[in-house]
């Protein structure tokens, strides 16, 4: 069983708080997505859910998201709070966005008993850039500053 220090409890409670919240969000907003790629620093394959839950301003959304990556004796945990603009491309279904924000980032090392597994949680920040359909497919990449993994590329689908 892994130790709990406050920081980690803070961030379960975040984590499980925004994976309720995020079908109740859904509702009012202009769609959630799911959303699967690979990573690399960490090499990674992962899998993740986002919610366009705010619109700032005109074409100005808050996209919370949570993203989990697997792969080389690591388990990596991003609570992603991401700012997006959207433009829209002329004669085109498709919008370009582009955008960034802060993150949390859980890292689990598992070794080779879970007694002598560790945790560590730190910060992170995304800077993003994709092509997507209102509803629909989409596709992005991500760079990370800190504990964010270097690179992204995914590929995901949009509900309303």
């Known amino acids: 069983m892994l130790k709990h220090s406050w920081p980690i409890r803070c ?11 995020m079908p109740a969000m859904a509702q009012r907003s202009r769609g959630a997505g799911l959303v699967a790629g690979v990573s690399a620093s960490p090499d990674q394959f992962y899998i993740g859910g986002n919610v366009m839950a705010g619109k700032i301003e005109k074409d100005f959304w808050f996209r ?13 945990v991003g609570l992603n709070g991401e700012f997006v603009y959207l433009m ?7 919008t370009a966005y582009f955008g960034g924000g802060p993150a949390i980032i859980i890292t689990t090392l598992h070794r080779d008993s879970p007694a002598n597994n560790s945790t560590d949680v730190g910060p ?34 949009s509900f309303k």
């Open 11 to 21: 961030c379960l409670t975040l984590l499980l708080l925004s994976v309720i919240a």
């Open 64 to 76: 919370p998201g949570l993203e989990v990556g697997f792969g080389h004796s690591t388990t990596l």
């Open 88 to 94: 829209d491309l002329r004669k085109s279904p498709w």
């Open 124 to 157: 992170g920040f995304n800077f993003l850039a994709g092509l997507r359909k209102s509803q629909g497919i989409f596709g992005e990449i991500k760079i990370g500053a800190m504990d964010s993994p270097a690179f992204k590329i995914g590929i995901g689908y």
